[in-house]
């Protein structure tokens, strides 16, 4: 069963990698981003140190002909596609010009006076704007020291992932991770090549199965004693909060009808 | 300032690793949920392969002396105290035992008569069960073949991740991490110690400062030719968005008594 196709506006929605440091969490964000439909990737002013894992130290130089370093394309494997188109520029303005929505990610306490927003409550506005034509960003910062405060004045909004405030150990990968996630979930993309073809049983046909099992109590004299209606009731209930198949009626029934072949004698 | 304490029924959330091949992604786990306020976790029998940076190789003897490698506490950093409580399990049975909801993390398309869910769509039942005392559990499979089919069987629901079926590439850690953000994100759990105490502007201290601006602009005869009245309810709404605090007001009405006294004598 192929699967439907992503929602093309999903295009409009920009990652931005300010002044990141480790060429690892450049690939890391490329494939978190494809795996929840994003493709377009800006990096403000990449730092890149040198890595233990790659001999040369790749410096950004402002230069038109910068190239990511290897480690970047490693890791991010089959998202390799989304670094090569990324955008490369030298400072935030540049990488949100024709943008009409901004959120800069923060997560410490700081001097500001917009208000904290999370990802669930600023993901319907960037959507919408997306969906009628619009450019909108969630800037991220240098894993070490974030954003600027002249980069947060620069965007629109300030976002926050809520979590424990005496231990929030969210790297920059996982944060982004959080928000692709985040964007994509209110996207109402139906998943159907995940379901099964089963055959779902009717409402009759469950019932006509929870007969069968009543049938078969009263055989047994199951009931003596017993308050018969409200158990069928919770047991017709039962069966039908487990969305039962029809092969698992018939299984059921197949075993009703042995219980009363073999036991149905006794008394 | 502090912050409000986490809700207590938190506790109740277990997260389960089944058959975790890599110490590091235990470590990764254990640090995902601390971030997001978990503190449960069981390993239903760990298979812990040597990694190249563990020279010893730990295999999971069912005896009850096992120890985690130092790997998984050195990645687990400061959420160490959640390996240190972990459970080690043989089997998956074992491990929800006391559980009265599990859910199954399942990505791949598998002959499933149950519906797939996304964890938006799960959590608010696993979190309202949780504050009535009851145990809940998030069950994720080895890295690479995920869950068997019996232990998907052994769970009530089938939770899954939507992204971009041509591409999705979500490790474990990652699961991890985006299903402890989706349960804290639905806990309603208040960032005030993120706010900064700012000053806000009063409804009457924003209109004045606009009818300030228009003064301003009458005396420069600036409404010449132009909508006076619609013009200044488009600026008295943009001011209001922008929700100033008393600081940007003082800002403003100083400029404009600067511009008043400078530019006012001509016309």
């Known amino acids: 069963m192929s699967s439907a196709p992503l929602?093309?506006?999903l295009r409009h929605v920009r990652i931005v990698l300010s002044r990141t440091s480790h060429p690892a969490n450049i690939g890391a964000a490329a494939r978190a981003m494809k795996t929840m439909g994003l493709t377009d990737l800006y990096l403000v002013a990449p730092n890149l140190m040198a890595t233990p894992m790659t001999p040369e130290a790749m410096q950004y130089t402002g230069q038109e002909d910068f190239r990511l370093p290897e480690e970047s394309f490693i890791l991010a494997s089959g998202a390799a596609d989304v670094l090569q188109r990324a955008k490369i520029v030298a400072d935030l303005p540049?990488?949100?010009a024709d943008t009409v929505l901004s959120c800069a990610l923060t997560s410490r306490r700081r001097e500001l006076t917009s208000p904290l927003q999370t990802p669930r409550e600023l993901t319907p506005?960037?959507?919408?704007?997306?969906?009628?034509g619009h450019k909108v960003a969630l800037v991220f910062g240098n894993e070490t020291?974030?954003?600027?405060?002249?980069e947060v004045q620069t965007c629109n909004r300030l976002?926050?992932?809520?979590?424990?405030?005496?231990?929030?150990s969210l790297n920059l990968a996982q944060a982004v991770q959080v928000v692709c996630y985040?964007?994509?979930?209110?996207?109402?993309?139906?998943?159907?090549?995940?379901?099964?073809e089963v055959n779902r049983a009717t409402?009759?046909?469950?019932s006509g199965m929870v007969n069968h099992l009543e049938q078969t109590m009263e055989q047994l004299d199951f009931f003596r004693r017993r308050n018969?209606?409200?158990?069928?009731?919770?047991?017709?209930?039962l069966f039908n909060r487990a969305n039962p198949t029809t092969e698992d009626i018939d299984i059921l029934r197949g075993f009703f009808n042995t219980v009363q072949k073999k036991a149905g004698g006794r008394d």
Chains 1, 2 share one sequence.
């Open 203 to 206: 409402s009759e046909q469950v």
């Open 125 to 132: 506005e960037l959507l919408a704007l997306a969906q009628a």
């Open 7 to 9: 929602p093309d506006y």
């Open 228 to 237: 018969q209606q409200r158990m069928m009731r919770r047991i017709l209930s």
């Open 145 to 150: 020291f974030g954003l600027s405060i002249e």
């Open 94 to 96: 540049s990488a949100l």
């Open 159 to 168: 976002m926050t992932i809520s979590g424990n405030p005496d231990y929030f």
């Open 182 to 196: 985040e964007l994509f979930s209110q996207v109402g993309y139906e998943m159907s090549h995940l379901v099964s």
